[in-house]
């Protein structure tokens, strides 16, 4: 067995902090050229790139991401051994970072992540943002998953895997009607405003459909890319709103809001998009777990 050389993973640690050789040089008082050969060293002693190399750029690599997280433990393990000496020990934390597209429900996303919220030994990381951004720290390893209500596109270059986990109805919903007549879907939408998901939905893509299948063009009172500025919309404004339920649960409950019409023809997807991984992060596997297998759809651009 190895025994790994800890100031080969130091310099490691530094490289992966700074992001720069010639920082992490100046950092540890080093040649650049030094440094570079205590980072191969290290490379060739756990037998993996810890860097892709992009022009100046340095990237980590999936293993390398792997290695700085214990990098990270190993070298808090003296405020950890301090911590416990003066009677506050400090627990290991497990990582999982997490890409959620700005559209997805935000009630969605705590279902999904509820088994570690509140574990003192996990560290739950949430960004949020467009599905391409988001897929290109997918892609070099910052996050491990990518949460979303569209599927993934590959190509030759991408190894994406979707991971269907749900699919939920998708309604029109809003005020109690004073005159408590029932909707009536889609006619009334000639003279009732509606507030829409914006056009890069693809539950407003289907919505559209229908609407122009019946030759009604909708009064839009906005489009709006964020659920959770829709869910505020809908429950200040005027007219209906078109949403999967679970993202206004909460004034369902309540009553603030009432479904008008169940849209059978439209609902939204929930998929977690992951890469296929030789070190896959356990907490992530445990959470797939807890859903039914799906169908694995690939997409091919």
């Not at 709103?241 to 603030?256: A, F, K, M, N, Q």
């Amino acid at each position: 067995m190895k025994n790994l050389n800890f100031n080969h993973l130091r310099y490691f640690w530094a490289v992966a902090h700074e992001g720069n050789l010639t920082r992490a040089a100046d950092y540890l008082n080093l040649s650049q050229s030094a440094l570079s050969v205590q980072i191969h060293k290290l490379e060739y002693q756990i037998g993996h790139a810890l860097f892709d190399r992009v022009g100046k750029r340095l990237i980590l690599t999936e293993a390398g991401r792997i290695a700085l997280d214990y990098a990270d433990t190993v070298f808090k393990a003296g405020d950890e051994l301090m911590s416990t000496l003066e009677g506050r020990p400090l627990a290991n934390l497990q990582v999982l970072r997490v890409g959620a597209i700005t559209t997805l429900s935000r009630n969605f996303q705590l279902e999904f992540l509820r088994p570690l919220v509140g574990r003192t030994d996990v560290e739950l990381i949430v960004r949020s943002g467009t599905m391409r951004d988001l897929l290109a720290q997918l892609e070099s390893h910052a996050i491990d998953v990518v949460l979303g209500n569209s599927a993934a596109q590959r190509d030759a270059a991408t190894s994406f895997r979707n991971h269907l986990l749900n699919q939920q109805p998708v309604s029109l919903v809003g005020r109690p009607r004073p005159d408590g007549h029932p909707f009536r879907f889609p006619d009334d939408l000639r003279t009732e405003p509606v507030l829409l998901p914006s056009l890069d939905s693809d539950i407003r893509i289907a919505f559209d459909r229908l609407l122009d299948l019946a030759g009604i063009r909708p009064i839009i009172l906005a489009e709006v890319d964020d659920m959770a500025m829709l869910r505020l919309l809908a429950r200040e404004g005027e007219g209906v709103t078109l949403v999967p339920p679970i993202v206004v649960r909460d004034e369902l409950d309540s009553g603030i809001l009432v479904e008008h019409c169940r849209i059978g023809e439209v609902t939204e997807s929930f998929y977690a998009i992951i890469q296929k991984r030789r070190f896959p992060n356990q907490l992530l596997a445990d959470l797939l777990a807890r859903y039914p297998k799906p169908e694995t759809r690939q997409h091919r651009g």
